[in-house]
C-alpha cells in the first residue's frame, strides 16, 4: 500500500493531470478519491475523471446513513476522515472546498 497522498487543485482539467500523475506513480483510479463542494460538480468531475466514490466499504454503514442529517460539509469531512484523512486536515480541506476548490486524494 502506498502512502496516502492530498492535494487541493483548481479545477477539472488540473484534476486530470495530477490524477494522470498519481497513476503514473503507481495510484490506480480505484485509490484516488475527487472531492467538490458541489454535488453536481463532485459528480461530474468524478465520473469525467473516473475516479472512485467514498461508499460504504470505505465511509461504513452508520456514517453512510448519518449523512443524510450532516451538512454538506460534515459530510465532505466525514468521508476525507473515512479515507484515512486527520479531523484537522480535513477541517483545512473542507474549507478550501468552500473556496471552489477541488480536493483529490490518493491511498
Known amino acids: 500500500m502506498m502512502n496516502m497522498k492530498t492535494y487541493i487543485v483548481e479545477n477539472g482539467v488540473q484534476a486530470t493531470e495530477r490524477i ?3 497513476q503514473g506513480q503507481g495510484y490506480t483510479k ?16 468524478t465520473e469525467h475523471t473516473e ?10 454503514f452508520f456514517d453512510k446513513i448519518a449523512n ?7 459530510e465532505l469531512r466525514t468521508r476525507m476522515t473515512s479515507l484515512g484523512v486527520s479531523q484537522n486536515e480535513a477541517m483545512h480541506l ?6 471552489g476548490k477541488v480536493v483529490i486524494v490518493a491511498q
Do not use: Q
Not at 473542507?94 to 473556496?99: A, H, I, P, R, V
Open 68 to 74: 443524510v442529517f450532516r451538512s454538506r460539509g460534515e
Open 94 to 99: 473542507e474549507e478550501e472546498l468552500d473556496k
Open 20 to 22: 494522470n500523475e498519481l
Open 51 to 60: 475516479t472512485n466514490n467514498v461508499g460504504i466499504t470505505e465511509e461504513g
Open 30 to 45: 480505484e485509490e484516488i478519491y475527487l472531492f467538490a463542494h458541489d454535488i453536481i460538480r463532485s459528480k461530474h468531475l
